[in-house]
């Protein structure tokens, strides 16, 4: 009991099986996985291995078809689609590989977006909030650009401050880095680091190694099963990095 | 979500596509204005016949001959005709409601005199018809009780007769032949215009009913008898005495039927405003599937934008909105969408019916209940055809909805 009351993330035996009429696809066979609050971790794997099905999961986009997922102790799979939602709403910050900001769009109509759709009633100078989460990722002066305006880089930068805006448990964040070259993929690990160390959880799902090395653990898919789940006891900074860093092009940021 | 934010959310996304937006609600416009103007142009019909029917005269009541009966055959109405001078003058007598009774001897005839020759109405009235029919003279007299004692050859010419047999002359003084009768002109009435069925009122000679009967019609009975009263309120107990009186005057028993007939103004008003209803209803009709069209419109467009914005609706549902708020969202849109075409509708179908109004000289009238209703049926088309695309965005599958390209 204590360990599910400190854990952001625990699953038990979760399982997803997928029907596709004649053949029956076990995406995930059985996973039992622990995360607790403050941890920065990546899940690797190669396509196919039940990532991105252990990620909508998480995510709470999808359901396993057996066992269970708590987060924050909220036992997931007996919720509804709305109660769905709302979770998906209070707990997580999701940031994908796209970006998947709303085109033509001022990037704080972006970031408040999330606030429009909260039911707490708490939220109410929405427009304020939103300017806050970009002042934070360092976007403060980019308020009313949209995204066609802004770089690879800013762009994801605006769907992390979506994703923090509601102050959520934990971010996920599938293939961050996935759509930037590789100056601006150690700038926005750099972002991510940053916000751990202020004490949110976050979970990366990547494919590249290089990536994974800058979380605190790494945990290793195949076949919809764990094969490796291990600390990285020293962890690279991004933001040492960065000042190191020899580009091989660089990108402009206009 | 609040519902400030949900139209806020609407029109952004209409404004962000102005050009299909335009063209969306165009279809919503088109209806909405054909509508209002099919209707203002209905009502200044009924308006135009109103005053068509006025002009006839105030309370006008007509008197005519009714059916004949023989051993339960009935002959129609006219077939048995025995109105005569006696009644009018009983019915003049006698009345307390009536202000004024006149019978009406119509007879065609050839006209010579003046320019040439033309062939006119001749109506033998008396006295009392220009204050029946509320006719003006605007030259000359009309003709009075001493012209209708002596049986002068006394006429009065409607404004068509004039201008053919007197083009650019004032005929007051001159004189024209009835059928080889020689008539002097005292007067030239006003201009009537035509009735609601086309008849030209000013194509006639008004002349003592006692000089027609005796010097051109010769016949004994009259074809009709016109009264008024002096108010409207008079008119249903008008016509019942008239009833009775006439009945006394024919000897009718009591188990014998009527053989008059007494109609109103109303009820030849309520014939032609019938027709003008069956007129507007078509064009309401024709308006309507115009709107219906463009209803239509609306859910196509909705249905490709839910499928072109699979992805926005992705990512909100992603980040936390449920299934309701985005069908809410596009309800709202859909809605907004189709009462700002109504909007528009109705200004240009005001414009429409105004422009047409001045350039066909058709009356035209727009009732505030005709923007109400053309709002509330364009909000309507919106519900309707919005709710089956809303529905479509609501259900998507968040994770499918994220992938789609």
Sequence with gaps: MEDQKTAVIRTVGAEKVYDMGKTRVRALAGVDFTVEQGEMVAIMGASGSGKSTLMNILGCLDLPTAGSYFLDGVRVETLSRNQLADIRNQKIGFVFQGFNLLPRTSAVANVELPLLYDRSGEKINTRKLASQALAKVGLGDRLDHEPSELSGGQQQRVAIARALVTDPSLILADEPTGNLDSRTSVEVLALFQELNDQGITIILVTHEEDISKYAKRIVELRDGYIIRDEQVADHRRAAVDLETFTPVAVEVEV | ?405
């Design chain 2, 1 to 405: 979500m609040k519902s400030s934010r949900l139209i806020k959310i609407a029109t952004q996304s209409i404004l962000k596509n102005k050009m299909r937006s335009l063209l969306t609600m165009l279809g919503i416009i088109i209806g909405v204005g054909a509508v209002i103007v099919m209707v203002a142009i209905g009502q200044g019909a009924q308006s135009m016949i109103q005053q068509q029917i006025n002009s006839l005269g105030t309370n006008l009541i007509v008197i005519s001959p009714g059916s004949s009966n023989s051993g339960g055959v009935s002959g129609g109405a006219g077939t048995y005709n025995r109105l005569t001078v006696d009644d009018a003058d009983k019915l003049r007598n006698e009345s307390i409601f009536l202000s004024g009774v006149s019978p009406e001897i119509a007879t065609r005839g050839q006209v010579i005199g003046g320019q040439g020759n033309w062939r006119a109405t001749i109506n033998g009235v008396s006295t009392d018809y220009q204050f029946i029919r509320d006719w003006d003279v605007i030259s000359g007299r009309f003709f009075d009780q001493s012209d209708m004692r002596s049986n002068r050859k006394v006429a009065v010419l409607g404004m068509t007769v004039a201008d053919n047999l007197f083009p650019g002359e004032d005929p007051v003084g001159q004189r024209i032949q009835l059928r080889n009768v020689p008539f002097d002109i005292i007067g030239v009435l006003a201009e009537k215009g035509q009735t609601a069925s086309g008849t030209d009122q000013d194509d006639v000679i008004l002349a003592p009913y006692t000089t027609v009967q005796t010097r051109l019609s010769g016949r004994q009975f009259v074809p009709q008898i016109l009264a008024s009263t002096a108010i409207p309120s008079d008119i249903e107990a008008a016509q019942e005495e008239i009833k009775a009186i006439m009945r006394e005057s024919h000897g009718l028993a009591q188990w014998e039927d009527d053989d008059f007939t007494v109609r109103n103004q109303s009820d030849l008003a309520e014939t032609a405003q019938g027709t003008t209803e069956v007129m507007t209803m078509l064009l309401l009709a024709i308006a309507s599937i115009s709107l219906l069209v463009g209803g239509i419109g609306i859910m196509n467009i909705m249905l490709v934008s839910v499928t072109e914005r699979t992805r926005e609706i992705g990512i909100r549902l992603a980040i936390g909105a449920r299934g309701s708020d985005v069908l809410t969202q596009f309800l709202v849109e859909s809605i907004v969408m189709s009462i700002l075409g109504g909007a528009i509708g109705i200004m240009i179908g005001f414009g429409g019916s105004y422009i047409l109004g001045e350039a066909t000289g058709w009356s035209t009238t727009i009732q505030p209940a005709t923007i109400f209703v053309a709002l509330g049926f364009s909000a309507a088309v919106g519900i309707f055809f919005g709710l089956y695309p809303a529905r479509k965005a609501s259900v998507l599958d968040p994770i499918d909805a994220l992938r789609y390209e």
